[in-house]
């Protein structure tokens, strides 16, 4: 039997969550649509009138999709070209989800994508269905036919290993803004002394390539480093162009809530550098450069107006 529009109409009412915690769960945007959109043929070939709440029906089939892709994806990022980093998301993406709580913004943030990567994919999905979507353990329990003690036990061991790193601080847009503007006119000075204040000692720099963009394989660290090679990648050169294709400009803005700058051209993402920013200082700098990550920021970013850039790269 197939599916009412009514049908149709509650899943697409479920869509923006579903993407928001097949992210979460993934780290990549693609990957989140391909996971919501099996579950939507999954949908499609049940017998909804038997489903007595759809909502959760739909959420354990996506977790469950989730879980498979994370396990499999393991074993892809063992043979991946250099450091694998997130698919960033750009301020105004609807798949960043909720951000009404400091959890919820937490869970979305770039430095902590990287580090639910350490989790086992059963406590990944526990911290983000109960710290993002706020999901009681009953139900998640339900979800993923554990017991509510287990999935208390397991949140408990992600938060640990999600709070072993830095502690973070929350920024809003205007303070993202001037942050990232001090950093690159630090970043372009043709000094390091003025990135090194503004780095913790122990701050690192890791770039994503993907193998189809120059990153260096392992990442830079200790605040000298890496002021000494953000100083020399906004050096000028002709090479440089080449890779991206032409003079970039660079944009201020925030990726999964934390300040960033975007580097464009010709309407076309080549960069998102995203900044870890503590009370201490930045600790960490993140390059996402791989192309294939880069597609829907290009589709985001076009879609509004961002004013003039803060000035043309290269």
């Known amino acids: 039997m197939g599916l009412t529009m009514e049908d149709v109409d509650r899943f697409e009412a479920a869509r923006p969550r579903l993407e928001a915690i097949a992210y979460r769960m993934l780290g990549s945007a693609s990957e989140a649509e391909d996971a919501v959109q099996e579950t939507f043929l ?12 759809p909502e959760a029906w739909l959420t354990k089939v996506l977790t469950n999709l989730c879980l498979n892709q994370l396990t499999s994806a393991r074993a892809r990022r063992e043979t991946y070209v250099g450091q694998w980093l997130p698919e960033p998301l750009l301020a105004g993406d609807p798949m960043l989800g909720p951000a009404d709580t400091a959890e919820q913004r937490e ?60 502690a973070r601080t929350e920024i809003d847009e205007a303070t993202a803004r001037r942050i990232v503007e001090e950093f690159l006119a630090a970043a372009t000075s043709g000094r390091t002394e003025p990135l090194v204040r503004l780095l913790t000692e122990d701050a690192v720099s890791i770039g994503d390539g993907g193998g189809k963009v120059p990153a260096r394989a392992k990442a830079f660290e200790g605040a000298v480093a890496v002021a000494k090679f953000l100083r020399g990648l ?41 900044l870890e920013v503590t009370p201490e200082g930045i600790v960490a700098v993140r390059n996402q450069v791989n192309p294939d990550k880069l597609e829907r920021a290009t589709r985001q970013w076009n879609a509004v107006e961002h004013g003039k850039p803060l000035f043309r790269a290269f």
């Open 42 to 53: 999954r949908w499609q070939a049940a017998d909804v009138e038997r489903v007595q709440v």
């Open 107 to 166: 869970s979305v943030s770039y430095a902590v994508l990287v580090l639910l990567e350490r989790l086992s994919p059963s406590e990944r999905a526990v911290y983000v269905l109960r710290e993002a979507f706020d999901y009681p353990h009953r139900e998640i329990a339900e979800i993923l036919d554990i017991s509510e003690a287990a999935s208390q036990q397991i949140l408990h061991r992600a938060k640990k290993h999600v709070a072993e790193g830095k």
């Open 234 to 274: 906004f050096r000028p050169t002709e090479a440089k162009r080449k890779i991206v294709g032409g003079s970039p400009d660079v944009y201020a803005t925030t990726a999964n809530g934390e300040p960033a700058a975007v580097v464009v051209v010709d309407g076309r993402v080549v960069g998102v550098m995203c």
